[in-house]
C-alpha cells in the first residue's frame, strides 16, 4: 500500500506535485525559503507553535511500491546528508571502546547490527574503520524495505565489504539472532511512542553489551536545516519531503526520556549533538 497523507494523496502524488511546484518556480523565489522562515523572529512562532507537539506522518521512503530508482537516488541523498553531519564518527566514538574491549578479551568477533540500515552507508563506512584498525567484527545490516537490503547487499559487495543483509520489520519480527551492539539512524522518529518503546525493549533483549541510538530533535533550528540542507545537499524530491517530516515527527528530549522510562531502561545516556540530533546509548 502506498503511504498515503491526511488529504489522501499518496507518495505518488506528493512527488509529482513537488516536482511540479519546483519546476514552475523562478530560481529567485521567496518559495525558495522555508515555510514560515521570517527574519524577524516573532513571526516564527507558528512554526515553534506547530513543533510543540509530534505531528507523525508517513514517509515516502518507507512507501514498499516506491520504485527502487527514486528509493536509491532517496538513500544517495541521505548519504550525502550523513557525510555532511558527521554521522560516521559519532557511532565510530561509541563504538570504539566496546571494540577495543572486546580485542583486548580475545572474546571473537563482535556482533554488530544496524537496525533501518537503508543502504548500508553506515555499516560499509564502519566495517572499513573497524578492518583498519584491525577490529574483528561481524556486521549485519536490519531493515523492512526489500529494495533497501538489495541496495545494500549490492554497494557493500562493490566495496569489497563482508556485510550480511536481512529483511526484517522491527515491529513485527525480532532481529534474526543476538548480537552484541545494536547501531540505529534517523530511524525512531517513525514511530509512536508505544512503539519506540517496544523498539528500545528489543535492542534491550537482543544484545549483550549495548545500543546506540541517533535520531533528530523537534527544533526550530532543526526544521529549517532539513529544509535547507535537504535541497543544498541533493536533489530527491523524497529526501526534500522526507527531511521536515521527520523533525515534525521526531522526539524531543523530554519525550524520549519518557519513552525509556516506559520502557523500563533507566541508565541510558542522552547528548544532544549537532547538527540537532541525540544521540542515545545503554550500555548493559
Ligand atoms: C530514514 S531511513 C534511515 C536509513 C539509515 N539508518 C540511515 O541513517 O541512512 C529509515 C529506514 O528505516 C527503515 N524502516 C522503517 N520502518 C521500519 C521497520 N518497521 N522495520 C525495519 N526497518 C524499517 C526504512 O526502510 C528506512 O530504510
Redesign the pocket.
Known amino acids: 500500500m502506498p503511504a498515503i497523507d491526511r488529504l489522501g494523496r499518496s507518495s505518488y502524488d506528493l512527488i509529482t506535485l513537488h516536482l511540479r511546484a519546483k519546476s514552475s518556480r523562478p530560481i529567485f523565489s521567496p518559495h525558495l525559503l522555508p515555510p514560515y522562515f521570517s527574519l524577524n523572529t516573532t513571526s516564527n512562532r507558528s512554526l515553534r507553535q506547530r513543533l510543540k507537539s509530534r505531528n507523525l506522518q508517513p514517509?515516502l521512503?518507507?512507501d514498499p511500491e516506491l520504485p527502487r530508482e527514486q528509493h536509491d537516488h532517496a538513500?544517495r541523498g541521505?548519504?550525502t546528508i550523513?557525510r555532511f553531519s558527521g554521522?560516521v564518527n559519532r557511532f565510530w566514538r561509541g563504538l570504539l571502546p566496546i571494540l577495543k574491549r572486546s580485542q583486548q578479551n580475545q572474546s571473537g568477533p563482535l556482533k554488530i547490527a544496524?537496525?533501518?540500515?537503508?543502504?548500508g552507508?553506515?555499516l560499509r563506512q564502519l566495517a572499513r574503520k573497524s578492518a583498519a584498525h584491525g577490529f574483528a567484527v561481524d556486521w549485519i545490516g536490519?531493515?523492512?524495505?526489500r529494495t533497501?537490503c538489495d541496495l545494500a547487499a549490492q554497494k557493500a559487495r562493490d566495496a569489497g565489504g563482508n556485510i550480511r543483509f536481512q529483511k526484517?520489520?522491527?515491529?513485527?519480527g525480532d532481529l534474526p539472532e543476538k548480537v552484541d551492539v545494536i547501531i540505529?539512524?534517523?530511524?525512531l522518529h517513525?514511530?509512536e511512542a508505544g512503539d519506540a518503546e517496544l523498539i528500545l525493549k528489543k535492542f534491550r533483549d537482543a544484545t549483550t553489551q549495548a545500543f546506540i541510538v541517533e535520531d533528530l530533535r523537534r527544533t526550530v533550528v532543526g526544521y529549517y536545516l532539513a529544509w535547507t540542507c535537504g535541497r543544498l545537499l541533493t536533489r530527491s524530491p523524497i529526501v526534500h519531503y522526507?527531511g521536515v517530516v521527520?523533525v515534525e515527527g521526531a522526539f524531543s528530549i523530554t519525550e524520549i526520556e519518557s519513552v525509556l522510562a516506559a520502557a523500563d531502561i533507566h541508565t541510558a545516556k542522552i547528548c544532544k549533538r549537532w547538527p540537532e540530533r541525540f544521540v542515545l546509548t545503554f550500555h548493559h
Do not use: K, R
Open positions: 514517509e521512503m518507507d538513500l541521505l548519504t550523513h554521522l544496524d537496525m533501518g540500515c537503508g543502504d552507508y553506515l536490519c531493515d523492512f524495505s533497501a526484517v520489520d522491527i515491529l513485527t540505529n539512524s534517523l530511524f517513525h514511530f522526507d521527520s
